[in-house]
């Protein structure tokens, strides 16, 4: 069994990606070719936004989103601490101090509340200017951008949205649906293999309605390019997609759009039905909660146990069944090494910190059986059900 089945999902579009390969090696334009700029409309088009800018990585595009405003020393940028080390690695890779900030148990995202406690307490303290607020789709699911675009406006931030796992994922705002890497004044996203819509290497992609800064970071991707790449205006950096990935992107996207999400909603639907149909399961197994008006494109389902010995042991139990599972993540951000030293925690971050113990993916993917799903619950029940 396959945590990620990026095996089947080549098979079933093999005759699609090999033919779009060839046609790329064919033409032989490996940087900056055609299908990079056919698949940035293809993109921005799909998450309903002006611009999309193509780079080498989800990282680098959160790099790219800070340095258009300019974001360094003496800045505060709030982060969520239960997230993947680059949201918070870029702010500090540019000199700008990240704030960790509480997220919320049930859906595993930035709080609100925890937010508006941190700004006050830099406000207070007087050391740093508030900047942005990166705010992270974690497992698939939007944040809570109506309450943080609130905040945003209250204290004059800017959002980032890191949707480097919210590809695909909507939210219902007045009635209307918006999609995942439109909810920031920037927005970010990565195509690492396993992320919702991946390709076969590293690659990313920003979004913005803004024509001045899309401009800004179509210069900063390639050397911080004037009239072209030997006019050089401004100190950048070398993030392009490979034309390669943008073509397999093509075809991904494609996927992705016709039956992927769908199918990967399909799923989690199964594995909620199944895990909380469980009586034996009862008080036992948490699964995660989509909210009302919210769509997740399920980058992770993560289950919730009771304690961390209950994870450890589940885990252990399902590897020796042959079931993969992953934990996301074992440490909060403000724990990690990296980070000692630097004044980041001003709220209380326990929640974060809790769900590091209890927090379990299972196997996840569009193309998983109801079968696999079925053999993965019982496994969960014989080891933890009364
Ligand atoms: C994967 C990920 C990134 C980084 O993307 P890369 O393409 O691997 O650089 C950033 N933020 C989050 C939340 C991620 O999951």
């Known amino acids: ?62 790099t790219l989103a800070l340095m258009t405003w300019n974001i360094g020393t003496g800045d505060a940028v709030f982060v969520p601490d239960f997230t993947f080390f680059a949201s918070g690695e870029t702010v500090a890779y540019e000199g700008a101090t990240p704030i960790f900030v509480n997220v919320e148990e049930d859906s595993f995202n930035m709080s609100p509340v925890s937010l508006e406690q941190a700004i006050e307490a830099v406000l207070k303290e007087g050391k740093l200017t508030p900047r942005v607020i990166v705010a992270v789709d974690l497992f698939g699911q939007p944040a809570d951008y109506v309450a943080i675009r609130k905040l945003a406006d209250k204290y004059g931030l800017y959002i980032l949205e890191d949707g480097a796992q919210g590809f695909g994922g909507r939210l219902q705002i007045d009635g209307v649906e918006h999609r995942a890497c439109s909810f920031g004044d920037i927005s970010t996203t990565s195509f690492f293999p396993a992320k919702p819509l991946g390709c076969y290497g590293d690659g990313g992609a920003i979004f913005t309605d803004n024509d001045g800064w899309a401009e800004l970071i179509r210069s900063l991707r390639i050397h911080g390019k004037g009239l072209d790449k030997y006019d050089n205006v401004r100190i950048g950096m070398n993030s392009r997609l490979d034309t390669i990935q943008a073509a397999i ?57 009771n304690s961390g010995e209950e994870r450890d042991g589940l885990q252990a139990y399902l590897k020796g069944k042959g079931i993969p599972t992953m934990v996301y993540y074992p440490k909060p951000m403000h724990e990690q090494t990296a980070f000692a030293g630097v004044d980041c925690v001003k709220v209380d971050l326990s ?33 933890l059900g009364r």
Not at 363 to 380: C, D, F, G, W
Request: charged share 25%.
């Open 249 to 305: 992107l093509q075809v991904k996207l494609k996927a992705f759009e016709d039956y992927e999400l769908e199918d990967v909603n399909k799923a989690a639907a199964i594995y909620t039905r199944e895990l909380s149909g469980k009586k034996e399961l009862e008080g036992l197994v948490k699964v995660p909660l989509v909210k009302e008006d919210f769509y997740s494109s399920w980058a992770q389902y993560s289950i919730l146990l």
């Open 351 to 383: 929640v974060s910190t809790g769900l590091c113990k209890k927090v379990l993916a299972l196997p996840m993917h569009p193309y998983l059986k109801e079968e696999e799903q079925k053999r993965i619950v019982e496994a969960i029940v014989e080891k």
């Open 1 to 62: 069994m396959q945590f990620r089945d990026l095996k089947t999902q080549y098979q079933t579009l093999k005759p699609e990606i090999d033919q779009a390969v060839i046609d790329v090696m064919t033409a032989s334009n490996f940087i900056s070719g055609i299908q990079v700029t056919e698949l940035e409309a293809q993109l921005a088009s799909y998450v309903g936004v002006k611009h999309c800018i193509t780079c080498a990585n989800g990282t680098d595009a959160l």
